[in-house]
């Protein structure tokens, strides 16, 4: 079985100040490890993903996300937050096997603050 | 850049009543996906389809669930006789391939089952 766990419903940074959104999965096999973001009315937008290979991960908008095996977690983080960046964010996980379904964590809303 | 697209976004039906949600993927993709949201709650993987036929499915989608795709462009998913925890927003995706691709989302449809 696979699944996600994002501890925080909500996050609020200022303007300009790091952000990091917390997630840990859990999965038999190799985890496949994806972020979206989910603006009010629209779809989730696929931001970044760990399939291999080197443990930070760059992805949109400024936006990375660092593997880590041992404490089982794919932290998103963002060195200067923007006001924009306030959002809904989701992590998902794909176990190595399983090639379509895709499990999701609750959710962690971001508020920057200007 | 080429975008999932949903109809209606906003569908409200009697309990019993059939209702049928429209996804149009990207043009290129040949993996579709129907996800759901209840309100406060996860994200929740119902079905993928592939080559014409369900790859994969959760305990969710049941009998009352159905998914098509009616020709080239066109994926559906029909519910047969709503029930009131049917209200939910659902969520049509597709991937280029499967396996490592991100999976790219729709806007979303929330159905309101009276």
């Known amino acids: 079985a696979q699944s996600v766990a994002q501890p925080e419903d909500q996050v609020n940074v200022a303007e300009g100040n790091p952000l990091t959104v917390k997630c840990t999965y859990s999965v038999s096999g190799n985890p496949y490890l994806f972020w979206y973001v989910q603006y009010p009315n629209r779809g989730l937008q696929f931001l970044l993903k760990y399939i291999t290979g080197d443990n930070l991960v760059k992805g949109s908008y400024g936006f990375e996300a660092e593997f880590n095996k041992s404490q089982t977690s794919f932290h998103l983080k963002k060195p200067s937050a923007l006001v924009s960046d306030s959002a809904l964010y989701f992590c998902a996980v794909r176990d190595y096997g399983n090639d379509y379904k895709l499990s999701f964590g609750a959710g962690t809303t971001v508020t920057v603050r200007a | 850049e080429p975008e999932v697209t949903q109809t209606p976004s906003h569908q409200v039906t009697q309990m019993g009543q059939e209702v049928i949600l429209r996804c149009v993927p990207i043009?290129?993709?040949?993996?579709f996906y129907w996800y759901r949201q209840i309100l406060g709650q996860k994200v929740e993987f119902l079905v993928s389809f592939y080559n014409n036929e369900i790859s994969e499915k959760s305990e969710i989608f049941d009998d009352q669930f159905s998914v098509e795709r009616p020709d080239g462009s066109n994926f559906t998913l029909k519910i047969r006789s709503t029930k009131l925890e049917d209200s939910a927003m659902y969520f049509c995706?597709?991937?280029?391939?499967?396996?490592?691709?991100?999976?790219?989302f729709g806007p979303g449809t929330r159905l309101t089952v009276t």
């Open positions: 995706a597709s991937s280029e391939a499967r396996g490592l691709d991100e999976q790219y």
């Open positions: 043009s290129n993709h040949l993996y």
